[in-house]
């Protein structure tokens, strides 16, 4: 069975960085844009950045403002978010996700990724 497993988060405080990681289980990431989403408490699940198959294509949420970057290595099968400034709104559950299709893009949309993790907690005590 094909899993994504997160890892990284933790309880820091506000202007600390964070290096989230995503580590696909039984499969590939090879042909796939990833994305990486969060959820606060009470509110709904939203985007954060994604990336295309190739690293080619990036994109951000409006909130990043510069402080999150997104990568990825296709040969160890992971999808990094590097996280620097934090605050205390980016207090969330942090997932990260697989496109359904194989595009070039880099999609926001989260009907566009089949494959999610379960999740990994930032806390950003202010």
């Known amino acids: 069975q094909v899993q994504l497993v997160e890892s990284g988060g933790g309880l820091v405080q506000a202007g600390d960085s964070l290096r989230l990681s995503c580590q696909i289980i039984?499969?590939?990431?090879?042909?796939?844009?990833m994305g990486w989403f969060r959820q606060a408490p009470g509110k709904e699940r939203e985007f954060v950045a994604s990336?295309?198959?190739?690293?080619?294509?990036?994109a951000y949420a409006d909130f990043v403002e510069g402080r999150f970057t997104i990568s990825r290595d296709n040969a160890k099968g992971t999808v990094f978010l590097q996280m620097n400034n934090l605050r205390s709104e980016d207090t969330a559950v942090y997932f990260c996700?697989?496109?359904?299709?194989?595009?070039?893009?880099?999609?926001?949309?989260?009907?566009?990724?089949?494959?999610w993790g379960q999740g990994t907690q930032v806390t950003v005590s202010s």
């Open positions: 996700a697989r496109a359904c299709l194989t595009t070039y893009n880099a999609p926001r949309g989260q009907n566009e990724y089949g494959l």
């Open positions: 990336v295309s198959r190739s690293s080619g294509r990036t």
């Open positions: 039984g499969g590939n990431i090879n042909m796939w844009s």
